[in-house]
């Protein structure tokens, strides 16, 4: 992929997967404004990109507010003269359970993933509108997002609510030649290494062993490396068709995620009654009830 002379932002991206997406996109040419809050991370990845030969300039603001967002997109045009690629992966967790789930830690998730790519992804739309060619917004989801997650309230209705926007802003901006898709990832980050089925693999990556091809491809899960070719496929002319998607990447596995959809559906003359309703579930609806979390297979001994 060649993505000289694009210029791209990456929020929360000074590690793991914001980083590989920033690293990924600098290595196909893309000018890169790499964004943190901890200004030394934002520093070093700067200093990783540039040092392999590529183009970046740190900004350390806090994702959310608008005008992080306004100076994120005036720091892409100023120092390289245009935005071309808004990829919105900052993100914060503060996971614990319904009841003991506090409204600061509602917000603040909600803040960062929800509002955070809200206000990023306006921000460049205004851009992406007025330089006139068009553009792309490559939006960071999960799984949590599609199937919901226990103790992740706060993050899993932020990460479902991503892909709704990407559903949105596709006809929303379809007329100004701008995609909209939503990155599933499934990685070795500090998001998921607190997961008990997965923390033998981690361990694995922390002692510099490989991941066994029973996590890569059953788990999709792997490096974040392995995830940043999706952003990079997405920023190019190869994916200028592709719009409102919610793709799946990790490991050795590349999906896509289908939308949520009627699996079955039954009819009574008048409408139902609860009593009708209770009467013909057990037939017609039961089989179809939908899981809920993810399922993760055990590895056959």
């Known amino acids: ?6 210029v791209a932002v990456v929020t929360g991206s000074g590690r793991g997967l914001g980083l590989a997406y920033a690293k990924g996109l600098a290595d196909a040419g893309a000018a890169v404004v790499v964004n943190d809050v901890d200004a030394g991370a934002a520093g070093a990845a ?5 040092d392999a030969g590529g183009r970046a300039v740190a900004e350390v603001v806090a994702v959310g507010t608008a005008e992080a967002a306004d100076a994120l997109v005036a720091r892409a045009v100023d120092e390289f003269g245009r935005l071309d690629v808004m990829v919105t992966n900052a993100g914060v967790l503060r996971d614990r359970v319904l009841w003991k789930m506090t409204d600061e830690d509602f917000d603040a998730v909600v803040g960062v993933h929800l509002r955070g790519t809200f206000t990023c992804a306006r921000a460049a739309a205004v851009r992406f509108r007025a330089q006139g060619t068009g553009g792309r917004l490559i939006l960071v989801g999960s799984p949590a997002g599609q199937r919901g997650n226990f103790g992740q309230t706060n993050y899993s209705a932020a990460k479902a609510g991503v892909v709704g926007f990407a559903r949105t802003w596709a006809m929303e ?3 100004a030649k701008v995609t909209v898709n939503a990155v599933v ?3 070795a980050t500090a ?3 607190t997961i008990p089925a997965l923390q033998p693999y981690v ?6 062993e490989p991941v066994p091809p029973f996590a890569r491809r059953v788990l ?10 999706v952003v990079v496929f997405l920023a190019s002319d190869a994916a200028e068709d592709i719009t409102g998607q919610a793709v799946g990447i990790g490991g050795d596995r590349l999906s896509l995620w289908t939308h949520p959809t ?3 559906a039954a009819y009574a003359d008048g409408g139902w009654s609860a009593d009708a309703i209770a009467e013909t579930w057990p037939t017609v609806f039961a089989a179809h009830e939908q899981v809920v979390g993810e399922r993760l297979p055990e590895q056959a001994s």
Do not use: C, N
């Open 191 to 193: 998001m998921t290494e």
């Open 203 to 208: 361990e694995a990556l922390r002692s510099g």
């Open 1 to 6: 992929m060649d993505l000289s002379g694009r």
């Open 262 to 264: 009627q699996v079955v």
């Open 46 to 50: 700067v200093e990783e990109i540039v």
């Open 220 to 229: 999709a899960f792997g490096t974040p490396e392995d995830a940043a070719g």
């Open 185 to 187: 990832p499934v990685a």
């Open 173 to 175: 901006l379809a007329r």
